[in-house]
């Protein structure tokens, strides 16, 4: 089985080069999408067949490369089949969308060879079993994707993105390096050795905080988000949903893999830094989003809200888990697997009809958006289903996880520590916030995008998208709703995972009198999304069918009402600035100092009246630009050292020297 | 002491600590006014309950002060003062209404933890009196520190001491002399802050003591 | 023979809620307007206003998308499904336990999510204008009643309707802080939602001070009135919701005598009459308040409702 996974990735590698020579030809996207369609299929499949059917089987196999005297290790258990599924389903979405939209691409050489092989080192991670091809693969996973945020490089802006990337990716990998410097100091780099090896408290507790550092800059928690929503907008949309959906899946799973597997049993205060950190992430990231008007950026923001809502399921699921009360950390561990899954399926669907409106209109911007539902009408009606999805709301996806995390925070007085105890409804807090914030967000990006009317020409143009990118978004759609609406499958599918991570089971859910969810007990709380779903669409055809048979089925269509004021101008319409001022009134002046600057010329004056809104980012001010001026201020002064003659030079080097060997003499 | 004993007196003593909430959140002068003397009435409440459970007349008499005082005489003295005054509009927060009510959460749940944590042997009433009073004192100094005006401030020391009389209760200790002295300390305060507010009003024409900071040249 | 019973009642419950949405909203009005010394419209009158409305051609604007029209039938059927799983008369339903109380919740925020979008799909100012300050008001008064859901549901040691009624019934419960702040903090979130008078007013159209109003401007005939329906269901929801965790006493369970169930279906009806007129006393009283101090009115809302998740959650553990 594992020879199979491996054999596909290394198909995806081979495809690498072979984009170079593909990239010149007319139709050579097609080809070289066909072929990661197929080995990521392929994985997928493996990684299913190995979670459903032989989920404790774990093999793994070591390939003569890397270090010589360690080998490249890999393993397929449950954690990393799950891992896959979700890496290669988000695979196999992207490369059937890129199949039609690769090919707006206008140079095809700068993308082509570096997404199979971004697919293949974001496997490689999931699947290593060592240290070293572990840190391998990631480095190799940023760079691709690096080389693919900068593939449109003639943007300023681009650049500036990839330049502030490289720069996190490198620091979130040097955080994880010394991680498993520390973890290997006594047992080496293969993680069957790292598991069995005793490591004292105090060392765990540094590998804990370097590895939330470090996987938590490639997922982008706040306050390490800074680069994510400049990267992944950058990015073809194809590829932005891959890194969005998938890449920041990926760095939740080596947050897993080493806290929840590699090292002993936790302890409480980690959760406590878990939690501090996700929920606050959840809800600044959804405020954020709230405030963008470019769609890409909207969606790249409420990724860290929706980063921010694993990792509270997360750091949830420690808390149990350190506490022994180990049912109730599979319930928040599995709410927090459902949620990988489900952001993963609507995050690239939303990534992937922005990539089609922007293919549509070559715009990003929603100010120049509106009444795309009468020209892309599918388009529309899959981004429809995303939003909702996306927005916690029944009975899709969203909501069953969030449901789930909810249900563990209210087990959570169960807990012996009173800081926990009081963190936690604080955290539920800040998720219910969340959770109403996105919905807000989301009526934005879809009403000011799709309804309404043309805010330009390009938009007022547009034309529908090709078959096979509406093929990958539908099926990712019929997803979204599946796993709304039979949540026990997926739950029941988790259940070796959590076996695995946290030593125990949610309650077998498949079989439950009309596929209900019961996470407990049936008294205390139960959810059927199936049944909400077809009482709605029953009680939806019924009243419509009724009222159309016995009352009134006429209509006539006339201009529109508008109170007896209608304005044929569209710019009369709300925009994307001004639905979220009420929101940016209330909240944006505690969490972004933002200001709106009103000028209003005297009487006479033929001036236009202005208004200007000041948003800034607190994070960057506060954090990022005192470092960025430290950093600055030290490299003048280190300057000169660039200037020096031969002699002093020389003269360095030699005291270096006799300091060390003082320094070994003493 | 049977449930509903406890009950009850857990109802009142957390409804003082609502009550103090509510006093963060109005704006209005003479409203904060109102809601003080419904935090008084409370209060008075909650002892005399106090005193019919641990069967303490004394209490009562604590309870009676509390009632004539603090819930009748000093509001009605205060609306007459603000009515003099003219200052009867609405009061500005250092800062805004959402956030005062953040800290006071944060404020409520760090008194809760401190004398929780500390009094593991006590039995429970007191425990949550004890907390309960806690966080009403530190509401009450969070009312003096964000409002600007005096008015508002001379009820935010009220209802501290408001706080102070729980705890005493709850904890069955205090003597009769030292409740009264004490409620004798709060009219002579009152009296003396009374005195200056009209001072100050004559000096600066407000009672913001902004103006008193802008008269030592501090800026803001 | 169970089964057919059990389902029975539950459609029962359906058609009840349906049915008495309307004379509840013609009840409040009449109320309302009593206490202004007018006469005030019958009490069937929202009846007759509905079948009015049903009977009328729609008259849709010139460029309404499919969505527009596809909404009011999901809003009116997500607030029904959403009515019909409160308990009302009668507790333990077949299909109550197929959504708990932060499900209700969020089924509700679907009939708004939609709500909204109506509201932007013709292109008009006054559509914006309600949608935005409806998400506004969402976003505070939604994570309010989810807060407000956990104390609760923390009390009660459950999320279940059904459950939580029963042990609010029974002696188990005492006089909890938490519970009075809950019971404020729901007021507050069902004022807000039902768009009653401190933050939205139902009766007016004056242009710029309606929300609710100014995002449905645009339906017409057979759209309006779901629409309408469905406000009124919403309003039926939240009084029985307050009715079912607040007062809970005298429903029935369902599988008591047909007499048991009469009598909770009466009082039912008692609490609904009394929580109405307390309603249409307290618009009466109030003043509607300014668009910008609805977020410290729901905010006082959703940190009471903290504070009542704070203080079970430490004195859960005394």
């Known amino acids: 089985m594992i020879a199979v996974a491996l054999w596909s990735v290394a198909a995806l590698l081979a495809l690498a080069p072979a984009g170079v020579v593909l990239s010149t030809r007319p139709r050579g996207s097609i080809i070289l999408y066909g072929g990661c369609l197929i080995a990521t299929s392929t994985l997928c499949v493996t990684a299913l067949s190995a979670l459903l059917y032989s989920p404790q089987l774990a093999p793994s196999a070591i390939l003569p490369i890397g270090l010589p005297w360690l080998g490249a290790h890999f393993r397929l ?51 290593a079993n060592d240290a070293f091809s572990f840190l391998v693969a990631w480095e190799f996973m940023s760079l691709t994707s690096w080389a693919m945020v900068v593939s449109h490089h003639r943007d300023a802006e681009n650049v500036r993105a990839g330049y502030v990337y490289l720069l996190m990716a490198s620091f ?93 049993e936790p302890v ?33 923001y409420s990724t860290i809200e929706n980063i921010g809502i694993i990792f509270t399921g997360l750091g949830l699921a420690l808390a149990f888990k350190a506490e022994g009360l180990d049912w109730v950390a599979a319930l928040a561990f599995t709410a927090a697997m459902m949620h990988v899954f489900n952001h993963a399926l609507f995050k690239s669907l939303l990534f992937f009809g922005a990539g089609a409106v922007l293919g549509a209109t070559g715009e990003r911007d929603m100010e120049k958006l509106g009444g795309l539902i009468h020209r892309m009408p599918k388009t529309a009606f899959v981004m429809l289903v995303g939003c909702v999805a996306i927005s916690a709301l029944p009975p899709f996806n969203g909501f069953v996880s969030e449901w789930l995390i909810f249900q563990a925070i209210l087990l959570s007085p169960q807990l012996p520590s009173w800081g926990l105890k009081l963190v936690i409804p604080a955290v539920g807090g800040l998720l219910a916030l969340a959770a109403a914030f996105a919905a807000a967000c ?122 007896g004021y209608p304005d044929a101008n569209p710019a009369i319409q709300y925009s994307a600035s001004s639905f979220s001022q009420p929101i940016r009134r209330v909240f944006g002046s505690v969490v972004f100092g933002a200001r709106e600057i009103g000028e209003m010329p005297p009487p006479s004056s033929p001036l236009p009246a202005r208004l200007q809104v000041e948003l800034h980012d607190r ?48 | 002491m049977s449930s509903l004993q406890f009950d009850i007196a857990h109802l009142l003593a957390g409804s003082l600590v609502l009550a103090s909430f509510m006093m963060l959140y109005q704006d209005r002068l003479y409203a904060l006014l109102n809601v003080y003397a419904l935090h008084a009435g409370v209060l008075a409440l909650s002892v005399a309950w106090q005193a019919y ?40 927060n250092v800062i805004g209404v959402g956030l005062t009510m953040m800290a006071g959460i944060g404020l409520v749940a760090l008194s809760m933890v401190v004398m929780l944590r500390v009094t593991p042997g006590a039995d429970a009433l007191a425990r949550e009196d004890l907390a309960f009073a806690l966080s009403v004192v530190l509401l009450g100094l969070l009312i003096m520190v964000t409002r600007r005006n005096a008015v508002s401030q001379v009820v935010g020391f009220m209802s501290l001491e408001n706080g102070l009389v729980l705890a005493a209760t709850g904890a069955k200790g205090m003597p009769l002399v030292v409740e009264i002295s004490v409620a004798f300390s709060v009219l002579i305060a ?26 030592r040249g501090e800026r803001r | 023979m169970n089964g057919l019973r059990d389902i029975l009642s539950q459609g029962a419950q359906m058609s009840l809620v349906l049915g008495l949405a309307p004379l509840l909203t013609g009840f409040v009005r009449k109320v309302k307007a009593r206490l202004l010394r007018r006469r005030g419209p019958p009490l069937l009158q929202p009846y007759r206003d509905l079948v009015r409305l049903m009977r009328k051609d729609v008259v849709l604007a010139d460029n309404a998308s499919w969505l527009f029209r596809v909404i009011p039938y999901l809003m009116f059927a997500g607030t029904w499904v959403a009515a019909s799983l409160v308990p009302t008369f009668g507790n333990g339903l077949l299909f109550s336990w197929t959504a708990d109380l932060i499900a209700i919740t969020a089924l509700l925020g679907s009939a708004r999510f939609f709500q909204a ?141 047909v007499a048991r169930l009469a009598l909770g279906t009466l009082v039912y009806f008692g609490k609904l009459t009394v929580l109405g007129f307390l309603l249409a006393v307290f618009e009466t009283a109030i003043a509607k308040m300014r668009v910008f101090r609805i977020p410290e009115f729901l905010g006082a809302a959703l940190m009471l409702a903290l504070l009542a998740t704070l203080l079970r959650f430490v004195s859960g553990s005394l």
């Open chain 1, 77 to 127: 258990d449950a954690l990393s089949a799950f891992f896959l599924v979700v890496v290669n389903l988000g695979g196999v979405a992207a490369s059937l969308f890129a199949i039609g939209y690769g090919q707006h691409e206008d140079s095809p050489g700068r993308v082509l060879p570096f997404y199979p092989a971004y697919l293949a080192a974001m496997n490689v991670v999931v699947l």
């Open chain 1, 172 to 264: 979130g990998t040097l955080a994880l390096l010394l991680a498993f410097g520390l973890l290997a100091s006594n047992a080496g780099y293969d993680f069957d050795a790292i598991r069995a090896s005793h490591p004292s408290a105090a060392l765990t507790g540094t590998v804990v905080i370097l590895v939330l550092l470090g996987a938590g800059s490639k997922a982008g928690l706040v306050p390490l988000h800074a680069w994510l929503p400049l990267a992944h907008p950058a990015a073809p949309s194809h590829v932005s949903g891959l890194m969005s959906g998938v890449m920041t899946k990926v760095a939740v799973y080596g947050f897993v893999r080493i806290v929840f597997d590699l090292v002993p």
């Open chain 1, 268 to 300: 409480w205060w980690w959760s406590m830094v878990v939690l501090l950190v996700g929920g606050p992430t959840a809800t600044l990231g959804v405020l954020y989003a709230l405030m963008q008007r470019d769609i890409k950026r909207v969606l790249a």
């Open chain 1, 442 to 563: 989301f009526v934005k990006l879809f009403g000011i995008s799709f309804l309404g009317r043309p805010r330009s020409d390009v938009a007022a143009s547009a034309h529908e998208t090709d078959r096979f990118s509406l093929t990958a978004m539908f099926a990712l759609a019929a997803f979204c709703l599946i796993a709304g609406i039979l949540p026990g499958l997926f739950i029941d599918a988790l259940a070796p995972v959590s076996k695995d991570m946290v030593g125990n089971i949610m309650p077998h859910q498949v079989g439950l009198q009309w596929l209900t969810i019961v996470p407990i007990a049936e008294s205390r709380s139960s959810y059927n999304g199936l049944l909400v779903f077809l009482f709605v669409a029953l009680c939806g055809t019924a009243a419509a069918s009724a009222i159309h048979r016995l009352a009134s089925d006429r209509l006539r269509r006339a201009p529109a009402w508008d109170c």
């Open chain 1, 619 to 666: 994070i960057w001010d506060w954090l990022y630009a005192p470092i960025a001026r430290a950093i600055g201020f030290a490299t003048e002064r280190i300057n000169i050292l660039q200037f020096l003659s031969i002699r002093r030079y020389l003269t360095l080097v030699f005291v270096a020297l006799v300091v060390l060997l003082l320094v070994v003499a003493l």
């Open chain 2, 53 to 92: 459970v641990q069967q303490a007349p004394h209490l009562y008499i604590t309870a009676l002060i509390a009632l004539a005082f603090k819930a009748i005489i000093i509001p009605v003295a205060l609306h007459r003062i603000i009515k003099r005054l003219g200052i009867h509009r609405e009061i500005e």
């Open chain 2, 190 to 215: 009152f009296i003396v802050i009374g005195i200056f507010l009209f001072r100050i009003r004559e000096r600066f024409d407000s009672v913001d003591v902004q103006a008193l900071d802008r008269f």
């Open chain 3, 117 to 257: 979008l109506a509201g932007m799909d013709v292109g008009t100012a006054f559509g914006g204008i309600g949608s935005s300050r409806e998400v506004m008001i969402a976003s505070l008064a939604e994570p309010a009643m989810l807060i407000t859901a956990f104390s609760v549901a923390m009390i009660a040691g459950s999320t279940q309707l059904p459950t939580v009624a029963e042990f609010m019934g029974s002696d188990a419960v005492g006089l909890r802080v938490s519970l009075g702040m809950a019971f404020v903090a729901l007021t507050i979130v069902a004022l807000a939602e039902n768009a009653r008078i401190p933050v939205d007013n139902p009766a007016t159209h004056l242009e710029l001070t309606m929300v609710h109003e100014a995002m449905v401007l645009e339906y017409s005939g057979r759209h309006l009135a779901l629409i309408d329906l469905s406000s009124q269901l919403k309003l039926l929801l939240y009084v029985s919701l307050i009715a079912c965790v607040f007062l809970p006493w005298g429903t029935a369970t369902a599988d008591a005598s």
